[in-house]
């Protein structure tokens, strides 16, 4: 149980930016975030090699904070701010820090390397689900490139390198001007710090690398944007891989001078003259950690912070990684106990759903990340009761589409969800649809059938008394045979109804029509057979919903 349900707000006073994520606690699941503020400083760029910060630079970062106190007040919201490579090399840093103390009442503590690696591996896997993996983590900033591999929660290598695309900039291609040789030299550069940590890294070895911060998040959404007709809404935990990468590259450094990259889809006017930089350093970490891919992660140094304080909070402060072997779920489960959902309900025929996804699944084809996101559009299916129950389907697809609380799914999967959501009652989706419309055509064969799995679901939990044990279905003939049986004997007749009753989206989308009849029970009594394992961390039926 929290002792302290204030909110918090985590400011990382960076090399390149100042950000600041202000978050309120949630009981079992991950921190609900309220406001979200960025403000480019570029605290330490110049000629120094980071050993003075410029008055400029200072007064920027001073009304960025000033701001961000503010916006925290208004919140009611507690500050802790940190400083990494840029304040933490200068000389004249104390002053820094009492500046903005005397100005703006905030306290910045300038963190070492490697707590600031610390750091950034909690909030960057708490975004993506890699605990239970051997995994990297890779954060470029503005001054230092922190990396982390760990084959569980506890890191096995912490490593803080002063390699960063502001650093690099102000010594390889000032003023984003790209000189001859001058990418070679860098390289050079580069693999002089890389390639002994790249060593003991490949040592200890990862199946799955995560990136976070900026410079990775812009290349990842140029990539993503030379793949579409538009940049991507999110490049959360979407994927940039070795050769998309150097594509991208590439097209940067065709081109010379910062202006000649107002064309490249995807990246932002502010890093038009620093991207060379963190272009050739990701490029070479790629190649000395012999990388194939990348999961980007929309978690960092500033989630690390909220989850380290809200851990110290608890009674009986947790590792604060403990919750991630299954991120998806737990976060899905918050966000429907939040808009006080029926989770009785919405499990049982969330099961019924997933069930009949397995039993189908010789004929759909669909794999297991498809039955995820059935699953997190059945416990949220109804949440959009919660604004108001005329049109709840289309509240719910508005709720689930718009959440931050969602971790470890990309902004496609959530638009999954959301759809599948939105279609488990009243019409079926059809191409005049504008959100419907816009899917690749196999996401929309998706949709139409994890929400016809969806609808026989809720139809087989008609009368909300968990009346059906287990399903099973073949196909029988040029007909698909559903046998339902039920729990203890009971009457499923009204549930029978239901399902047929609203089985036709399901029998389209499988191409077979449904046939439903009751069946003898097949396991020991009171024992559900034929049921998916829950996940222990799942509600417990009875309960009341918090």
Known sequence: MMRDS????????????????????????????????????????????????????????????????????????????????????????????????????????????????????????????????????????????????????????????????????????????????????????????????????????????????????????????????????????????????DRTVAEVLARPHPDDRRDVRGLERTRRDVIVGGAVLLSQLFEDLGMESLVISTGALREGVLLNRFSRRQESPADGLHHLGDLRRSSVMALAR??????????????????????????????????????????????????????????????????????????GELELIALVARYHRKSAPRRRHARFRALRRSDRRKVRLLAGLLRVGIGLDRTYRRAVETVHAQVAGDTIAIDVEPADGLDVEIELFSAKARSSLLADALGYPVEFKVSEPSGPPGGRAGARQRHPSAYVPGAKAQ
């Open 338 to 411: 939040s808009y006080h959902e029926d989770l009785i309900h919405a499990e049982q025929a969330t099961e019924m759903a997933l069930q009949l996804f397995d039993e189908t699944q010789h004929i759909h084809g669909l794999g297991d990340r498809d039955s995820e996101l059935l699953e997190a559009a059945g416990l949220l299916h109804n949440i959009g009761r919660f604004v108001a129950s005329s049109a709840h389907h289309r509240h719910s697809y508005y709720l689930i589409r718009n959440s931050e609380r969602l971790a470890g799914f990309t902004a």
């Open 6 to 245: 204030t909110p918090l707000a985590a400011i990382d006073v960076g090399t390149n930016s100042v950000h600041m994520v202000i978050a309120r606690p949630v009981d079992g699941g991950t921190p609900e975030v309220l406001a979200r503020e960025k403000v480019s400083v570029r605290l330490g760029q110049g000629a120094t090699d980071m050993k003075h910060l410029a008055p400029d630079a200072i007064e920027r970062a001073v009304a960025a904070l000033t701001e961000f106190r503010h916006i925290a007040d208004a919140y009611g919201a507690e500050v802790v701010a940190v400083a990494t490579s840029a304040v933490r090399e200068a000389e004249n840093r104390r002053d820094f820090q009492q500046r903005v103390r005397d100005e703006t009442g905030v306290a910045v503590e300038v963190i070492p390397g490697t707590e600031e690696a610390r750091l950034i591996h909690l909030g960057a896997l708490s975004a993506v689900p890699a605990a239970g993996r051997p995994h990297l983590v890779l954060d470029i900033g503005g001054g230092s490139t922190e990396l982390i591999v760990s084959t569980g929660t506890e890191p096995q290598l912490v490593l803080s390198v002063k390699l960063g695309h502001i650093r690099l900039t102000d010594r390889f291609f000032p003023g984003g001007i790209i000189r001859a040789g001058a990418v070679e030299e860098c390289r050079r550069h580069i693999r002089s710090f890389v390639a002994p940590e790249a060593r003991r890294a490949r040592a200890i070895g990862f199946d799955l690398a995560v990136g976070c911060s900026g410079t990775i998040a812009a290349l990842a959404s140029m990539a993503a944007s030379s793949r579409g007709k538009r940049r991507p809404r999110s490049v959360a935990n979407t994927t940039i891989d070795r050769d998309e990468l």
